[in-house]
C-alpha cells in the first residue's frame, strides 16, 4: 500500500504536485480542502464564515479520521491541517509525509497571483502578505518539520517522491 501525504503552507504547490503523482503511480488523489467540500456542500470560504475556523479544524480532523479505511493514495493537505489536534502525528501514523518546504516571498508571490479563495488571506495586501506568512509559517514550520521528508524546492517532482517511496521499500 503506498500513501503519500503533502504537508506544507498555503500555495506552495501540494495539490498540483500530488495531482501529477497520483497519476504517475495510478492511485488515486484525494485533497482535503475539496474532499471537505464536497462532504459538507460548502465551500471552505463558507465554512470559515458560517461556523468560524475552529470548526473547521474539527472538521479536518474528522476527515483525516476517515482515512484509516481508505487503500493507497496521494493526500493533499490543507495548509493548517497539520498544526492543529496533534493531526501531524495522525498524519505520519497514516503514511509517508513530505513537507514541501518553500520561502516566505516564493509563497507570497504565489499566493498573491492565486485564483483559489483563501479566508485566511483574503484581501490582504502584498505587504501584508508577507508579513503574515512570514508570522504564521514561523508558528507552523515546527509541525511541517515533523514530516519523513523535508523537500526542497528542486525536489518537490512526482519522479523524487517516487524514487523516495521506492527507496522505503527496500
Ligand atoms: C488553510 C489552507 C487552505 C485551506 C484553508 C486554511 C490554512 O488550504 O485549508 O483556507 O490554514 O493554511 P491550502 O493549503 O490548500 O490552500
Same mark, same amino acid.
Do not use: W
Given at each position: +500500500?503506498?500513501?503519500?501525504?503533502?504537508?506544507?503552507?498555503?500555495?506552495?504547490?501540494? @495539490?498540483?504536485?500530488?495531482?501529477?503523482?497520483?497519476?504517475?503511480?495510478?492511485?488515486?488523489?484525494?485533497?482535503?480542502?475539496?474532499?471537505?467540500?464536497? $462532504?459538507?456542500? +460548502? @465551500?471552505?470560504?463558507?465554512? =470559515?464564515?458560517? =461556523? $468560524?475556523? @475552529?470548526? /473547521?479544524?474539527?472538521?479536518?480532523?474528522?476527515?483525516?479520521? &476517515?482515512?484509516?479505511?481508505?487503500?493507497?493514495?496521494?493526500?493533499? &493537505?490543507? $495548509?493548517?491541517?497539520?498544526?492543529?489536534?496533534?493531526? +501531524?502525528?495522525?498524519?505520519?501514523?497514516?503514511? &509517508? &509525509?513530505?513537507?514541501?518546504?518553500? @520561502?516566505?516571498?516564493?509563497?507570497?508571490?504565489?499566493? /498573491?497571483?492565486?485564483?483559489?479563495?483563501?479566508?485566511?488571506?483574503?484581501?490582504?495586501?502584498?505587504?501584508?502578505?508577507?508579513? /503574515?506568512?512570514?508570522?504564521?509559517?514561523?508558528?507552523?514550520?515546527?509541525?511541517?518539520?515533523?514530516?519523513?521528508?523535508?523537500?526542497?524546492?528542486?525536489?518537490?517532482?512526482?519522479?523524487?517522491?517516487?524514487? =523516495?517511496?521506492?527507496?522505503?521499500?527496500?
Amino acid at each position: +500500500m503506498d500513501r503519500v501525504i503533502l504537508v506544507g503552507f498555503m500555495g506552495c504547490g501540494k @495539490s498540483t504536485l500530488g495531482k501529477k503523482l497520483a497519476n504517475r503511480m495510478g492511485i488515486p488523489f484525494l485533497d482535503s480542502d475539496a474532499e471537505i467540500e464536497k $462532504g459538507v456542500l +460548502m @465551500s471552505v470560504g463558507e465554512i =470559515f464564515g458560517a =461556523f $468560524g475556523e @475552529s470548526r /473547521f479544524r474539527e472538521i479536518e480532523t474528522e476527515f483525516l479520521d &476517515t482515512l484509516n479505511e481508505e487503500g493507497s493514495f496521494v493526500l493533499a &493537505t490543507g $495548509g493548517g491541517m497539520p498544526c492543529f489536534h496533534r493531526n +501531524m502525528d495522525k498524519l505520519n501514523a497514516l503514511g &509517508t &509525509t513530505f513537507y514541501l518546504e518553500r @520561502s516566505p516571498k516564493e509563497l507570497a508571490n504565489r499566493l /498573491f497571483n492565486a485564483k483559489t479563495k483563501r479566508p485566511l488571506i483574503d484581501g490582504l495586501s502584498e505587504s501584508d502578505l508577507l508579513r /503574515f506568512i512570514e508570522d504564521k509559517l514561523a508558528e507552523r514550520e515546527e509541525a511541517y518539520k515533523q514530516a519523513n521528508f523535508v523537500l526542497s524546492r528542486e525536489e518537490q517532482t512526482p519522479a523524487q517522491i517516487e524514487e =523516495f517511496m521506492e527507496l522505503l521499500k527496500k
